[in-house]
């Protein structure tokens, strides 16, 4: 049996599947020889999610999601119409699941799998600590949830050391870095020295109030005026026109470019020397390392904790600007430095965080259970 491929049938199922997940799934379905297919339904309207509705290599069936409360509440609940005709249907070897309790209709879904004495695998971003209202119930539900997987996969290492914690075997915690670009095939063009001129810092993304751009604005504008960068904001939203005002009142230096999305996005990652992502979630950290550009985000996740590192970029406490004003002066004070961050950058995403690297660990676990 090749080392990258599966053998059997994988079902596959998400709550909703989100446009970035195409490339990932498709490279997962090439690697499962009896082929996968995808049960996910759709968001809220309110959510901002835009899904995918068809892939390449891969079948998608269409769950009718019901929803209970909203997805930040502690009571949400989701069910989803459907799984187990699905499941009766492609009567998949192994089933991977979105590790999230909240979804009753997949601890049905397991139950019929293990009466098939058939494996399921979660797949999460870990298990963070929970409090609040009937904080101990979901203490309680989670546990249980998780104790009836076959085994995990968790987005980070700290996801991976949180499921750990919980008393999973950690050889039964796989950890597959969350990944939506392919390894980058060439290295991009080398950088001067020097600046040249003002230092060109990048923002990619929607344009939302948890993004922080405003934040990103307030920084710069308190640098000393030789370190002051040009800003680059690519991206439209909800609340544009704010950040727009506020750039003409403190910080002039700064251009909105719009949306721009595939082949649009290259001249702008080319002519940047540093990527800033100053508040939550963005997708285009990776790329932007894929072009050789340092990296300044806010703590998250954990996702990012694998992605950012010392050697290059910084990692800020969310909504602190003297941090974040700490952090950019830093980059921009030193050309040369900021310039083997960005090699650094390159490498991570080109040997270590990529579609491929991923696909590798799911099959790795799909095919560790087949064994078992």
Request: aromatic letters at 8%; one cysteine or more.
């Given at each position: ?352 965080i990529n579609v491929e690297s991923m696909v590798r660990v799911f099959v790795r676990s799909l095919n560790s259970l087949n064994q078992a």
């Amino acid at each position: 049996m090749m080392e990258h491929i599966f053998p059997g049938r994988v079902g596959l199922q998400q709550r909703v599947l989100p446009t970035y997940r195409g490339l990932f799934l498709d490279t997962l379905a090439n690697a499962c020889n009896m082929g996968l297919s995808v049960f996910a339904g759709k968001p809220l309207q309110n959510e901002g999610i835009a899904p995918i509705d068809k892939l390449q290599n891969a079948q998608i069936v269409q769950a009718k999601n019901r929803y209970f409360r909203d997805p930040s509440s502690s009571m949400f609940l989701c069910w989803q119409s459907g799984f187990l005709p699905w499941l009766e249907e492609w009567q998949p070897d192994v089933l991977i699941v979105e590790a999230n309790p909240r979804y009753p209709a997949t601890r049905i879904a397991i139950a019929w799998m293990h009466r098939k004495g058939r494996k399921v695998i979660g797949w999460g971003l870990g298990a963070p600590t929970i409090g609040g209202p009937l904080a101990g119930l979901r203490r309680w539900e989670r546990m249980g949830f998780l104790g009836s997987l076959d085994a995990i996969i968790a987005y980070s290492k700290r996801g991976a050391e949180e499921y750990q914690q919980l008393g999973l075997p950690p050889d039964k915690v796989y950890v597959a870095f969350n990944a939506v670009d392919p390894a980058p095939i060439f290295p991009p063009a080398a950088k001067p020295a020097q600046f040249g001129g003002k230092a060109t810092v990048l923002f990619v993304g929607r344009l939302q109030s948890r993004k922080r751009v405003d934040l990103l604005l307030r920084a710069c504008a308190g640098l000393p005026p030789d370190l002051q960068p040009h800003v680059m904001v690519i991206g439209d939203g909800p609340v544009r026109e704010e950040y727009e005002n506020l750039a003409r009142r403190i910080y002039p230096n700064a251009e909105f470019g719009g949306a721009k999305h595939g082949e649009e996005l290259e001249p702008y990652f080319a002519k940047a020397d540093l990527f800033v992502l100053p508040g939550m979630g963005g997708l285009a950290i990776q790329q932007a390392m894929a072009h050789g550009l340092p990296v300044i985000v806010a703590h998250g996740d954990g996702t990012q904790d694998d992605l950012v590192r010392r050697e290059n970029g910084w990692q800020v406490p969310p909504d602190d600007l003297h941090a974040l004003t700490a952090a950019l002066r830093k980059a921009l004070s030193d050309p040369a430095q900021l310039r083997r961050m960005g090699e650094a950058s390159y490498r991570i995403v080109a040997e270590e965080i990529n579609v491929e690297s991923m696909v590798r660990v799911f099959v790795r676990s799909l095919n560790s259970l087949n064994q078992a």
